[in-house]
């Protein structure tokens, strides 16, 4: 039996229902499929979940400065490992069913099934098959585990089944030193697990800037051990789980594996739109409208393994459904760069990194928050920032840091990049005193000393020299 529709969506993701709110404001003749478990990967296992987790690390880990602040006792807090793994589950179970309300009212138009292309405008699930003028693809992502590794069985955990254990262990591995592994890395640090982290590569959490790695590579090790650049083995042992990396041969009674997500592409039949894939299984698609060659296709979100965070995958399902239900696409231009890691210190990327700089053509600014005042106050007097500006006209490019607050620095400063604002330009607003921003101005004001030029507005208002004052 052949059914027809306008738009078929696959997958109930965050990239999928992106899609599906723009091509309901155009047509009602939809279909969205979906394969396991609705809910979004955001929302069921990805960045609130984690973040539940983090936020109890945090409070927990907050007894280590008491003293510093004068408060006795600290040292008599216990921890209820169950109850917050139980707090973590009913967070996520309340996201998730906020989620499943936008696809329950959906009614006959939301199908669970597994759904196989059968070209370009045609798609089967079981023994239906369904035409439409446009197909999107969104079918996510999940975990990479290697499969030598499986062997372990529920020794082995990634972030799709760590939020629902019931208990943590004493001796955990963390492998995979990228966003999700230092968050999860430290956070079960802070709730008293015992935790050794692995990457093969030396590079953490994507930083390019090498004075902000040694910051970040510093501050994290006083928390955890980290080994990295070493591929990692693991086998099975009598109590749990060996670990072997270069010089390091431990046991340990779980692992967490979180060396990255591949999209949910296998046996979706995308070697029937008669496009040439990469080595990866990738089709070729534009990012600036979604689509897959010149065909009615179009793919977003983690399916595209283009930029794995949310606000990506909902620009991206927005742009599939805007072209899915137009007669000839828009292109759109994309976001400034963004990207946060939720450890303490922050890390943040925005626009440029180092890496791409050419080093002739920007000037750096820095601060180090050891001796600022209000992280000094805070006791999160820890970190540094980075920020890069071009040589002529002294627009901000972007920026890399380690650094409290990082993420409210971030946004400030993918605001300055979105917008071309200068140094001059930052340098002349407010900065409120005393307020961990005031460490982004005195990276603003080693750039304008380099060489900008001399100025007679506000933005050349020198500061004080001194901590209480700047």
């Known amino acids: 039996m052949t059914n027809n529709a306008d738009v078929i969506i696959i997958g109930a993701g965050s990239a999928g229902l992106a899609a599906v709110r723009q091509v309901k404001k155009k047509t009602d003749n939809f279909i969205l499929i979906n394969d396991g478990p609705y809910g979004t990967t955001c929302a069921r296992v990805g960045c609130m979940p984690s973040k539940a987790l983090i936020e109890v690390a945090n409070a927990f880990h907050a007894r280590n400065k008491a003293e510093a602040f004068g408060i ?31 696809t329950e009212a959906m009614g006959e138009r939301s199908r669970a099934g597994r759904a196989r292309l059968l070209g370009p405008n045609e798609v089967a699930v079981g023994e239906q098959v369904f035409q439409a003028r446009c197909i999107v693809i969104a079918t996510g992502s999940s975990p990479v585990v290697p499969k030598p590794w499986l062997a372990l069985g529920d020794r082995l955990l990634t972030t799709d089944t760590l939020f629902d254990e019931e208990t943590l262990p004493a001796r955990m591995a963390v492998i995979g030193l990228g966003a999700i592994g230092i968050e999860m890395a430290q956070a079960l ?18 930083i390019s800037d090498p004075v902000v790695a040694e910051m970040a590579r510093k501050a994290l090790s006083e928390e ?63 990012r600036s409208t979604m689509q897959i060659g010149d065909l009615p296709v179009f793919i977003a979100g983690d399916a595209n393994a283009d930029a794995s965070l ?33 450890s303490a210190p922050g890390i943040a990327a925005v626009g440029q990194r180092f890496a791409t700089l050419e080093s002739k053509r920007c000037l750096i600014g820095s601060v180090d928050f050891a001796s600022q005042g209000r992280a000094l106050t805070a006791q999160r007097n820890q970190g540094v920032l980075r920020v890069y500006a071009d040589r002529e006209d002294g627009r901000i490019l972007g920026a890399e840091m380690c650094a409290p607050a990082a993420e409210h620095l971030a946004h400030l400063l993918v605001l300055a990049v979105d917008r071309g604002l200068t140094v001059h330009d930052l340098l002349a607003m407010p900065f409120y005193h005393p307020v961990l921003e005031e460490g982004l101005r005195t990276a603003l004001r080693e750039i304008s000393q380099q060489s900008l030029g001399s100025r007679s507005d506000l ?4 500061s004080f020299q001194a901590e209480a004052l700047d």
Do not use: W
């Open 459 to 462: 933005s050349a208002c020198d």
């Open 224 to 286: 955890f051990a980290i080994h990295s650049g070493h591929e990692v083995e693991l086998s099975g042992a009598t109590n749990g789980v060996r670990v072997q990396a270069g010089p390091v041969d431990i046991e340990v009674d779980r692992v967490l594996v979180a060396i990255g997500r591949k999209p949910n592409l296998g046996d979706l039949g995308l070697e029937t739109l008669g496009v040439t894939l990469d080595d990866r299984g990738m089709p070729p698609f534009d």
């Open 72 to 102: 006795c006792g600290s040292e008599h807090l216990r921890i209820d490992i169950p109850a917050v793994m139980r707090r973590v589950r009913a967070l996520r179970d309340r996201f998730v069913g906020g989620v499943l309300k936008s």
């Open 189 to 206: 640090s802070r709730l008293g697990v015992e935790v050794v982290a692995f990457d093969s590569s030396d590079t953490l959490a994507g």
């Open 310 to 342: 949310l606000h990506e995958a909902a620009d991206e399902g927005y742009i599939a459904g805007v072209n899915a239900v137009a007669d000839l696409p828009t292109c759109f231009q994309r976001r400034t760069p963004l990207a946060i890691v939720f």
